[in-house]
């Protein structure tokens, strides 16, 4: 159990969630060191620590794996308007209990007229797709000024030169919906061919070389789908609170229990806070090879001790400061998908033009 930032994360199978009064009492059990994770569960733990977290603290809950939530708990959280958010291990998100949400109507049907209006979608997703690219290739220049090695830096900076390309081309047309996603995906890949080299140390260790996601085949792809969740949730948060559905978006296509605004959202996030996050702790070796677990079939997971750490770092880098471009104020990363947020939802409303991504300069 970890409280962070007013989000309170369960990541000990078998944790229990009650309600007393205007608090939440949260029993963790502590199992005997070595048991496996298949195992662990109230009857194996050899004592239970306890923590009462009043209701007013919190603004949501993530819990990870099996563990239990009353209903008096829950509809707690309910009244105060704090979400819960059941996620796998790994952190794939399998259901988000919310109250009925106080927003806008009439922002909500902009939106879901501009989702279904395939020109507004694309221009939408032209910029989404933009903003990512344009990222991508700031943390590949970042990469490149960074090595020493020759032959890397021109590695780098020929893939920095093919992302520059095709934003050029992007600026050029107004390509439909299946070439934006097709154009986002080629410069995804372009990235991912020379991410491994922005790695400094613990390359053998963290070697990487095509992303993977359901499940990770090494430990980068464990670290990378890990904090994509931790941005996915921060983006529901900052979607719902405005008055707009996350699930309802215009670059990722619709589908069930698919939150695809907040993948939209989330897109320019991706490269310069949670890739870079990645390539930090590993350079500075805080991410180690005992952090992960190696499961039958492949799939490579994390230990509690590396699930932990990886929170706690992506929070305390969610508290750093960052001037935002077109705001031209600083602010903390964690109001960053609020603002972003807001700004589309000005779009949706005909006060912008265009919808504006966070470029991080």
Known sequence: MDLQQNTLYLTTPGTYVARDHLTLQVEVPVYPPGLPPEKRNRESATETRKLSVPIHHLESICIFGASTISPPAMDLCWEHGVAINFLSENGYLQARVTGVADTSVTLRRAQFRAADDPARAAAIGRQIVAGKIQNSRNSLLRGGRETEDASEQAQLAKAADALAQQLSDLGKTHPPLDQLRGAEGMAAQTYFSVFGLMLKQQRAEFAFTTRSRRPPRDRINCLLSFLYALVRHDCIAALTSIGLDPFVGFL?????????????????????????????????????????????????????????????????????????????????????????????ARHLRADLPDYLPLVPK
């Open 252 to 344: 990722h296509v619709d589908r069930p229990n698919r939150p695809s605004l907040a993948l939209d959202l989330m897109e320019e996030f991706r490269p310069w806070l949670a890739d870079r996050l990645v390539i930090t702790l590993i350079n500075r070796q805080q991410m180690q090879p005992g952090h992960f677990n190696l499961r039958e079939g492949g799939a490579v997971e994390f230990t509690e001790a590396g699930r932990k750490l990886v929170i706690k770092a992506y929070q305390e880098r969610k508290q750093e400061s960052l001037n935002h471009p077109l705001l031209e104020q600083n602010l903390r990363i964690a109001q960053l998908p609020f603002v972003q947020a807001r700004i589309l």
